[in-house]
């Protein structure tokens, strides 16, 4: 099914006319460049490329999308405003968030005046799709759905996705930000069946990157140039770009980092199903793990005294707190405190 992306649209931005920078209008490399304003000295004197060429066609190739698929956000948190800011019309729309998940889609959606659905997931932190359903059959305001898989706090896939894009007329956001702990779950290839679905990746989390600033927006290359249009132009550094490329071209790298930090999830796992305090622990597909302790707030609070921080989130999920896969080391450090905290 496709649908008329355009009259999703927000109206400022149809007709908004976009900046035009000096290196869109002169894109080579070779030439006197007195048309930007830069100083002529130095090695980081020149403004970046806006597009993101080789960037683009490297993620291209490590993620089997092609580059007029790719729109790269200052981190995911700049495209989740983004997306925000081309389709839900201030003091009128409204954004369907399940919680318990990643709380900037509720902050992108204050900041930007627009109305949150909250339909919570289930027990077992799957999507409520009756709900769902009712509310985008019932409410034509609702602009926008976010779905976080693998969940975050929950650690999760989500399943019946693609149920919900196929019903909803109007755009799914699927963030995928931890999608590199189980890639063949990814929904970045159901882009080109979909054209109301964006994939949200990042380099963040797996790729090790969280201090660089590099988000990816996968959809059809009608949303892809939306997005474009209004994106600060010179939004990725040549600094995050350089970075983000020296990365992805050592996957070999990369994915030793991961092998290590799935193994480790599986050792914590198991020691911490030996102790006392720990009630439960929700199955992960992402760097993290949910555990229900028996009092979340002690347990946080008797770390944090230790110099060891985890996520206390017990306001969302009753005396869990969510814990990071570390190093060998740190997670050795974090079972040793854990025990002393458990007798
Ligand atoms: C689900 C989810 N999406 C997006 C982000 C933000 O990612 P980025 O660093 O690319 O802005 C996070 C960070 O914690 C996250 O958990």
Redesign the pocket.
Known sequence: MNIDINKLVRQNILNLKPYSSARDEFSGTEGIFLDANENPNGSFNRYPDPHQAKLKSMIGKVKSVEPENIFLGN???EVIDLIFRTFANPGKDKVIVCPPT?G?YEVSANINDVEIVSIPLLPDFQLDKQAIFETIEQDTAVKLIFI?SPN?PTGNLIEGIEEIIEKFNGIVVV?E??IDFSPESSKAQAIHKYNNLVV?Q?L?KAWGL?GV?V?FAFAQSEIIALLNKIKPPYNISTLNQQQALARLSHPEEFEAERNEILAERERLEKELMQLAIVKQIYPSNANFLLVEVDDANNVYNSLVMKNVIVRNRNSVIKNCIRITVGTKQENDRLLKELKEISQ
């Open positions: 981190g995911s948190d990643y900037m976080c975050n963030d930000a931890y949200l990042t963040s969280a600033r988000g």
